[in-house]
């Protein structure tokens, strides 16, 4: 396994062009809805694109810190707030570019490993989801993260991130394989956990039917590491946030020893 910082960087490459056809079973839009609820409840931002103010403008601005394909950051578009989009991947982005021309819609994407975050303002909310988060191997750099954060919220502004749990790697994912075969692609998708590390390693082996026809196999690794509820919060308040709500991402309720994937929010609370 490589050294953390490294081994992420070059994901997302031929997995990017098929990544929605084989993430068609996520609610996105459920997830819309939710997120929409919790900025309603905690945040600042409004849905309201064309304030007349400057401060307002940063306020209702919404970051989506590891946006992907863009699917749900045109959903919350489509809600009425101001997007931004930031990913490390080339190859996703160029499909959320490819949504944007078609959708029309004013969202701004930036090309940046959210390690290395850099803002032109503050905005009013950022939200990481689909275990983004998780990418990040080393407990500091995830520390760093977190100041960036809370470094570009507009005062008292709110961060929204979920993260998937040391027990859905240890006892649900890892050391398992799955694979699925569809018309113009399969999969096979082979996983590999490092109890000491609580690190997870997916080998994904790709086969993407080309124009021709015939089908090109490719292959990319993907390290995921585990956390903790308590280790999560920590670092998450080192980054200078306060927490606010905790929640098991799939019930809404209570996080306990089985949740695989929680539900943060966390305030700006000074710099």
Excluded at 180 to 200: G, H, L, M, T, V
Excluded at 258 to 263: A, D, G, K, L, Y
């Amino acid at each position: 396994m490589r050294d953390s910082g490294e081994e992420n960087r070059d994901s997302y490459h031929d997995f990017a062009q098929v990544y929605d056809e084989l993430m068609d079973n996520v609610s996105y839009e459920l997830w819309c809805l939710r997120l929409c609820g919790l900025i309603e409840k905690y945040g600042v931002s409004k849905p309201e694109r064309d304030a007349a103010d400057a401060l307002a403008s940063e306020r209702n601005l919404v970051l989506d810190l590891g946006c992907g394909t863009g699917t749900l950051t045109e959903l919350m578009y489509q809600k009425g707030y101001d997007m931004m989009g930031v990913d490390l991947s080339g190859d996703m982005l160029g499909k959320a570019l490819e949504k944007r021309e078609k959708s029309g819609y004013h969202i701004l994407y930036l090309q940046q490993d959210m390690r290395e975050l850099e803002l032109y303002s503050t905005v009013g909310t950022i939200y990481s989801v689909c275990d983004s988060l998780n990418y990040i191997l080393d407990e500091e750099e995830l520390v760093s993260v977190f100041r960036l954060v809370n470094n570009y919220l507009y005062p008292k502004g709110i961060f929204i991130f979920d993260f998937n749990t040391v027990y859905k790697y240890e006892k649900v994912i890892g050391e398992t394989t799955i694979a699925e075969n569809r018309e113009d692609c399969s999969f096979i998708w082979e996983n590999y956990y490092d109890p000491e590390k609580e690190i997870n390693e997916y080998d994904l082996t790709l086969f993407i039917q080309e124009s021709n026809g015939l089908f090109q196999k490719s292959a990319e690794t993907h390290y995921q590491r585990g956390y903790r509820v308590e280790q999560m919060k920590e670092m998450a308040e080192r980054g200078g946030l306060k927490i606010l709500q905790v929640t098991d991402a799939d019930t809404g309720e209570a996080v306990t020893d089985e949740s695989e994937r929680v539900f943060i929010v966390a305030r700006e609370q000074g710099k």
